[in-house]
């Protein structure tokens, strides 16, 4: 188990390189290293969870097979590459380098589509479905039960689509018809930006191609919505975005292309962060120049929050500079970074305000509420608002941190055990929704730092900054 290996893994001079639990961990629990100096390394993330989820689904509707390099190998992309095995596509994911062969004319699909806890599946894949001869079940886990889902369906049946009637969430059962119209659509998609991106990319497979409107009040993640239309126009599919709010794909062939999938730049996150908090230092390198990730935003948000931010052909380099400044920051653009965002203004000594993200109260979990909860079980003043959260500067102590199945959770939880003593994950396998090996690469950015400290010759001196602080 991941916890054993932490707690029993030693430096070149026999010292544990992680401090020894205070009691035997139940099943699941992981106690969160502390680190005992600035963090030095350099961490290769893996793959894209949102691009490699476009892709896949892109390739799917291909005009002939195509490669994906690169691919993200996590519960997210399996599910996804499971759910376009059961519309009859073939994926061959053995080695690296991924081919995806659309499915052969004529095919009927059958079964269920396991959606596990993964937005971009139980989103992207339906719309597709009801494109594609056959019937299937929709489902997933329990808590994705509680996801919001009844804009998309209600936005397919006016295009044409043939769900049970009373559906509003998984479960559901929905036959597919090749036919399906599509045509204009209006859709309130303030609860998910997902909902937009999955009419865009079946697009090219209905009659008429599609014409998204999003008629709420607030859209979030529009990144992600440029990714999407990026990757369609990539694949010589015709997208006008030129009035807000408001998409029009075309219908037609996608063209197949061989992509290669850029790193996870939201899982980057607790990594950089954690160069923030300890006054270290972390480099990820392959950071694009350009991107449609929400992650872009990061050096601007570190750099906020205290941080010394770099780009140059090593990567993305985060040094923290001993102090942490409180930040008052829309992060609708990127919201799947609050978790780790509010868990460095934790360590910050003033109040800093966390705005536009009511939404995230539907993500893996009510994550403004499990925030809430968990860092005021450590001491902190933490207070929900109507779009985000109000974090009071206080000191921390451990606590048992729950994450609520939330990889994100976890990751939040994870920097806070890196400066603040005797804090413990209840269960750090959910971050295989999006990294599996996140425990392995967490350890191995304190094993990095620690031989980094040895070949300095000196321990942390008197005079360098005090973690957090
Ligand atoms: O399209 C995507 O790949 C995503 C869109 C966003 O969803 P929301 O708009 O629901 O926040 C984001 O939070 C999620 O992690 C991935
Ligand atoms: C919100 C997230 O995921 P999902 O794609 O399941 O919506 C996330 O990864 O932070």
């Not at 770099?310 to 609708?332: F, I, K, N, P």
């Not at 994870?414 to 400066?419: F, P, T």
């Not at 959910?430 to 980094?452: G, H, I, N, V, Y």
Request: proline share 8%; charged share 25%.
């Amino acid at each position: 188990m991941v916890d054993d290996a932490a707690a029993d893994a030693l430096d070149d001079d026999g010292r544990p390189l992680v401090p020894r639990p205070r009691r035997a961990a139940s099943d699941g629990e992981w106690f969160a290293p502390r680190a005992e100096e600035r963090v030095h390394a350099v961490v290769d993330v893996p793959g894209s969870k949102s691009e490699t989820n476009r892709a896949l689904l892109l390739a799917a509707i291909a005009d002939a097979p195509s490669t994906i390099t690169g691919g993200l190998d996590a519960r997210d992309t399996r599910l996804m590459r499971d759910a376009l095995r059961t519309l009859g596509v073939v994926v061959e994911d053995s080695g690296p380098v991924w081919t995806v062969t659309p499915a052969p004319e004529g095919h009927v699909m059958s079964g269920t589509i396991d959606c596990g806890l993964a937005g971009t599946v139980m989103r992207f894949v339906p719309p597709l479905a009801a494109a594609t001869a056959g019937r299937v079940r929709v489902d997933g886990d329990e808590q994705a039960y509680v996801r919001p889902m009844l804009p998309l369906l209600d936005a397919l049946r006016d295009i044409g689509a043939d769900l049970d009637e009373d559906a509003a969430s998984l479960p559901f059962e929905l036959r597919g018809r090749p036919d399906l119209p599509g045509g204009p659509v209006r859709v309130d998609a303030s609860s998910s930006s997902q909902y937009v991106s999955a009419l865009l990319l079946a697009g090219p497979r209905m009659r008429r191609g599609i014409d998204v409107r999003h008629v709420g009040a607030t859209l979030p993640s529009l990144p992600h919505i440029a990714m999407t239309v990026a990757m369609l126009r990539a694949r010589g599919v015709e997208v006008d975005d030129s009035e807000p709010n408001r998409w029009v794909v075309s219908p037609g062939p996608v063209t197949a292309v061989d992509v290669t999938i850029e790193p996870d730049l939201s899982n980057a996150a607790p990594f950089l962060a954690a160069a923030a908090i300890t006054g270290g230092q972390v480099t990820v390198p392959r950071w694009p120049a350009r991107t449609d990730q929400p992650g872009s935003l990061l050096p601007g948000l570190l750099r906020d929050l205290g941080a010394e931010v770099e780009l140059d052909e090593r990567g993305l380099t985060v040094r923290g500079t001993g102090h942490l400044h409180a930040v008052d920051v829309d992060l609708s653009d990127a919201s799947e970074l609050t978790p780790v965002v509010a868990a460095v203004c934790a360590l910050a000594p003033q109040t800093s305000h966390l705005r536009g993200v009511g939404h995230i109260r539907g993500h893996e979990t009510d994550r403004l509420a499990a925030l809430e909860r968990e860092l005021n079980d450590m001491g902190s003043s933490v207070k929900q608002t109507a779009d985000g959260l109000t974090i009071h500067p206080r000191l921390l102590h451990g606590s048992l941190f729950h994450t609520y199945a939330d990889h994100r959770m976890a990751h939040a939880g994870a920097l806070l055990g890196l400066i603040v003593d005797d804090v413990t994950l209840d269960d750090i396998s959910c971050t295989a929704k999006t990294m599996p090996q996140f425990p392995e690469l967490w350890l191995d950015m304190l094993r990095q730092s620690d031989e980094w400290l040895a070949a300095q010759g000196a321990p942390l001196g008197e005079s360098d900054p005090e973690p957090g602080s």
